[in-house]
């Protein structure tokens, strides 16, 4: 789980204008605040009012989402606010007319105290349906069904469990205090023992961290809530997700119990588009499209040639100092050198341009597809990433902040950062400092840490990349050795 691998910054790269440099640095560093939109609750200074009406959202021309930072539900991403529940509640937002305003609590309850304070109009979290609270909060937009699922390898040395009752004598693996451990005891129970039920009580080890070392081979079974395990088979296609081990929980969104106006709006919303195309697109994004491709196989480089783009390479490294076979891994490990690849967050073309990274440096639509206009404006963003960490004065660092940063978003290296100088660790070294807790960022002890800006990142995930990037360049240039 932690990451490894390696800027004296070269004489600096002369921009086109001193306008686009500007617009540039600011476009980049720009998601680092964009968290001063989204509202955390101990921040918040809207006047109480227990709810607002559909009219009076369209009137405000904002509707306030209350949601927590996780894979599923809401996170900064290259940033770009992403996330399952928040495209869905943007989709309903943009039906009414109105901006979507993102407000992150950091445990249920507080959603709850926060639409009974009126600090929010709909929780867009999907949250257990108790008749405990019926009496103040009305259950509305689609219902979900969820169960806890075993998590275990596939492959022809794995034999695939499909009855919990081979569950007995097995090794399983959950976090401490959770309520998988929990699910976990009480299935013993019924069973009559023999799980052995191996309990991690390390902070810095989450339930889908588990997931991840399961499909490495580290532990031979875990536990996950199946949106979670879902979403997570799209990272790890070892992984087989088909047992449920517990009994089926109905989740949905909430609103205010008197804010009848709001609830059916929901309802309706939901049902008129739950068979959409765009609602469709949205749970292939999160749960079906393949994130982390498993065959990585370097192709063979023959008399030195890499690629069809080793001239586009070789042209454009040479404007931030950066070997060309650098580059030319990026866009190996970015695309497999597919100048028409669409990745599952919306990122185009050989060097996986974001839209909104590609409209700061004036690519635009079709233009993404362009190898050498993408190649060109992947390297305008490297060399604005330079001026972002000009203080990690150590070359190899440097590369490493900035693959980083080009693969998850700044803002989530600058809280790594925040959080190394925090626990003592130098915020200007990669391996062991910053890495670890950029590692650490899918932690809610960490990303709900008041260092930390934007919250939940797959900090291993930017972690591996820096490495597989960083691997495959060493290759490139001894293949290439004086070529």
């Known amino acids: 789980m932690h990451c490894f691998r390696q800027f004296t910054i070269p004489n600096p790269f002369y921009m086109r204008k001193v306008q686009t440099l500007i617009f540039l640095l600011i476009m980049i560093v720009l998601p680092i605040y964009l968290v001063i939109s989204v509202q955390k609750f101990r921040k918040e200074t809207t006047p109480f009012k227990r709810f607002y009406t559909v009219s009076e959202i369209k009137k405000r021309g904002k509707l306030r989402i209350l949601t927590l930072y996780s894979s599923t539900s809401y996170f900064i991403y290259r940033g770009q606010e992403m996330g399952y529940e928040y495209e869905l509640a943007s989709g309903f937002a943009e039906s009414l007319g109105v901006q979507t305003e993102v407000i992150v609590a950091e445990n249920t309850n507080q959603l709850i105290r926060l639409l009974r304070e009126g600090k929010g109009d709909v929780v867009a979290y999907n949250m257990p349906i108790s008749k405990q609270l019926k009496d103040s909060i009305s259950y509305c937009g689609r219902q979900f069904i969820t169960n806890q699922v075993l998590v275990q390898p596939t492959g022809p040395k794995h034999k695939t469990l499909k009855d919990v009752t081979e569950l007995i004598g097995k090794d399983v693996y959950v976090t401490g205090n959770s309520r998988y451990l929990q699910r976990l005891i009480h299935l013993n129970q019924e069973l009559g023992g023999g799980i052995h039920i191996h309990v991690n009580n390390k902070d810095s080890v989450t339930s889908e961290d588990l997931i991840g070392m399961v499909s490495n081979g580290e532990i031979p079974y ?36 008197q804010n009848t106006s709001l609830e059916s709006a929901l309802n309706k919303w939901f049902a008129e588009n739950v068979h959409s195309d765009n609602y469709r697109a949205i749970i292939k994004r999160y749960f079906e499209q393949s994130k982390n491709p498993s065959s990585l196989i370097i192709p063979k480089i023959t008399k030195g040639r890499i690629s069809a783009y080793d001239l586009l390479f070789r042209k454009y490294a040479k404007e931030i100092g950066w070997d060309w076979q650098l580059l030319a891994a990026v866009a190996f490990v970015e695309s497999k050198f597919d100048p028409n690849e669409v990745s599952w967050a919306g990122a185009k073309g050989l060097m996986q341009i974001m839209p909104r990274t590609a409209a700061s440096v004036g690519v635009y639509g079709g233009k993404a597809f362009d190898p050498e206009v993408n190649v060109k404006g992947a390297v305008t963003v490297f060399h604005a990433l330079n001026r972002v960490f000009s203080k990690v ?79 495959i ?7 290439t050795a004086g070529k």
């Not at 790594?416 to 200007?428: E, R």
């Not at 360049?473 to 293949?479: A, M």
């Open 222 to 257: 875990t536990v996950s809530d199946d949106n979670i395990a879902r979403l997570n088979k799209t990272y790890y296609e070892n992984i087989d997700i088909s047992l449920k081990v517990s009994f089926p929980q109905r989740l949905s969104w909430m609103v205010d119990k």
């Open 473 to 479: 360049f060493e290759f490139y240039k001894k293949k």
């Open 393 to 471: 004065k150590k070359r190899s660092d440097r590369i490493k902040f900035i693959l980083a940063a080009y693969n998850s978003g700044v803002s989530h290296i600058v809280d790594a950062q925040a959080l190394a100088n925090k626990y003592g660790k130098d915020p200007l070294v990669w391996e062991g400092h910053v890495a670890h807790y950029l590692a650490l960022k899918s932690n809610p002890e960490y990303y709900d840490d008041p260092v930390c800006k934007s919250g939940y990142a797959r900090g291993t995930e930017t972690c591996n990349y820096v490495t597989k990037v960083m691997h």
